[in-house]
């Protein structure tokens, strides 16, 4: 049965495509499809991610590729890009020259896990972290019960003062 779908690459430093990963949608394109298996990824996806802006000497990294989208929404002019799991969260290869990293959290007990292994190997490099938490469950979830501009202040509140202005429309 022919249905609406998201798909989006998942490629590693260089750009080069080593995945892929498919999400069924609802005909009406507000939800997940009422599929079985609604997500699939495939391909080598451990350190890679789904690069939906490019990073420069800043980066915002979290799970999922919902959960970015709606970090992107609110911040337009920040680098983000998602792991796909919290698993693959803790092991993305972060790109040379980075000085900060944003980790945006899922708010439960593997979320808080993963972003305890980044935040130790970014650290180790000398990569300034800070935590980005969500009032909600995801950013997604903030982001469809409160709207842009709620997240956009949420975010605000946690973003250093030097990337305050990537958050102007």
Not at 61 to 85: D, K
Not at 91 to 119: C, F, S
Not at 121 to 148: T, Y
């Amino acid at each position: 049965m022919p249905r609406p779908a998201m798909i989006a690459a998942v490629t590693d430093g260089a750009g080069v495509l080593q995945g892929v990963h498919r999400t069924w949608l609802a005909p009406n394109g507000q939800e997940k499809a009422a599929v079985e298996i609604p997500r699939r990824a495939m391909g080598h996806l451990l350190g890679n991610a789904v690069r939906i802006a490019p990073a420069d000497q800043t980066l915002v990294l979290g799970e999922g590729i919902e959960t970015m989208l709606s970090v992107r929404e609110a911040a337009p002019s920040l680098p983000v890009w998602a792991a796909l799991s919290s698993s693959h969260l803790g092991a993305v290869i972060l790109p040379a020259g980075l000085q900060r990293l944003y980790i945006a959290i899922d708010r439960d007990p593997a979320g808080q896990r993963a972003a305890e292994r980044l935040t130790a190997r970014a650290s180790e490099v000398g990569v300034q972290v800070i935590v980005l938490e969500p009032q909600l469950g995801d950013f997604n979830d903030d982001l469809r019960a409160h709207g842009v501009e709620a997240l956009r202040q949420h975010l605000a509140a946690q973003i250093g003062s030097e990337d305050q202005h990537r958050l102007k429309i």
